[in-house]
């Protein structure tokens, strides 16, 4: 084999012949040149249109209660909810999703509170819907607020039971769409779910509320400020990963896609989001579908926490991570991050 030896050029030379003899026809670089020519070839456009806001509620006199592990979040009532829905609706946010903090003394092990026409959910629902009709409202389907160890289903012993836990999400997912939820997601990972739900809103005539899938929700370790937002740490009991799928995991997604899609699902999700940009590139090329993305708490305290610091420019990091959702393949992007990456986004309009 021969090797060709490069040898530094001698100090002695002038700048001019210290360059190298280059012929090239095409330079990258001359389209990064400016401003201007770097939006001319820019090839993913993020707006206020793929921005969906995960906010948290509680039945409380407080209009706000500090999240401690989500540094800028807080838990609203419903009435500072309806304020927050209608600054999304301002900012040209579609959508918001919200999430419940419910009192320890309405949790049960079966999550019966979650079927409760008049529980803190709808009640916010119902609200919003009346002053702002024009937002999205996206709502879980999961028993993990409601009962009293922190799973998403119904417990015999350590065992989740899935047909069991399917049977009651049906019946939250009516009580929401019944509130007036453009949306049921449901987040809980149960087998058959989807099916289940799709079959009961259309037999109850809510043929136009959508299905959101968490077709690909990993049993991950960036939940635990979301859990901390909505009360579940203190509750939990053991982990999920009898239901949540494994983070090494891949080809599994594909095929929780497939059978979502197949039992109904508008729209699909993959949860949570930086860590699993490869699946959502991977879902979005495979079945192109409406496809999202959860930037979910761990994430947002990471980036969060690393702004306070110093330690890195926060507004610069924010935007550069929901561009790479969208460069991955994401129609759209449930973030914390919401309010201030659309007010950003307008600025530079």
Not at 56 to 74: H, I, K, N, Q
Not at 125 to 145: M, N, W
Not at 317 to 329: C, D, N, V
Request: hydrophobic fraction near 45%; glycine fraction near 6%.
């Amino acid at each position: 084999m021969e090797y060709r030896v490069v040898r530094p050029f001698p100090a002695a030379q002038s700048r001019q012949d210290e360059a190298p003899s280059l012929n090239l026809t095409r330079r990258m670089r001359r389209n990064r040149k400016a401003e201007w020519s770097r939006r001319l070839v820019r090839e993913t456009r993020l707006s206020t249109d793929d921005l969906i806001w995960p906010i948290f509620l509680t039945d409380s006199a407080e209009a706000r209660t500090p999240v401690a592990w989500m540094p800028g979040v807080d838990r609203l009532n419903i009435d500072e909810a309806v304020r927050q829905a209608a600054e999304a609706a301002a900012l040209g946010i579609p959508a918001i999703a919200p999430f419940p903090f419910v009192d320890k003394g309405l949790r049960d092990p079966t999550g019966s509170e979650a079927v409760n026409a008049g529980n803190l959910m709808c009640r916010a629902v119902r609200a919003i819907k009346r002053e702002i009709p024009e937002i999205g409202i996206i709502c879980d389907a999961a028993l993990d607020p409601y009962t009293s160890h922190g799973h998403d289903g119904v417990m015999d012993g350590e065992r989740i039971l899935n047909d069991a836990s399917v049977a009651i999400l049906v019946r939250q997912a009516l009580a929401l769409a019944e509130a007036g939820a453009d949306v049921i997601a449901p987040s809980d990972m149960m087998d058959g779910r989807v099916g289940a739900i799709r079959a009961a809103l259309d037999g109850e005539g809510h043929e136009e509320v959508q299905i959101m899938a968490y077709a690909a929700k990993y049993a991950s370790a960036f939940y635990g400020p979301f859990r901390d937002a909505i009360g579940t740490n203190a509750t939990l009991i053991g982990d999920k990963r009898t239901y949540q799928m494994d983070p090494a995991n891949s080809d599994e997604a594909i095929a929780e896609v497939a059978l979502d899609l197949e039992e109904g699902a508008d729209m699909v999700m993959i949860k949570p989001g930086l860590p699993y940009l490869d699946v959502v590139a991977r879902v979005k090329d495979h079945f192109r579908v409406p496809t999202f993305a959860y930037q979910v708490s761990g994430e947002y305290a990471m980036l969060t926490a690393a702004a306070q610091n110093g330690w890195l420019d926060g507004e610069k990091a924010m935007l550069e991570s929901l561009t790479a959702f969208k460069r991955a393949g994401a129609d759209g992007v449930l973030t914390y991050f919401a309010p201030r990456a659309a007010k950003m986004l307008k600025a530079a309009c």
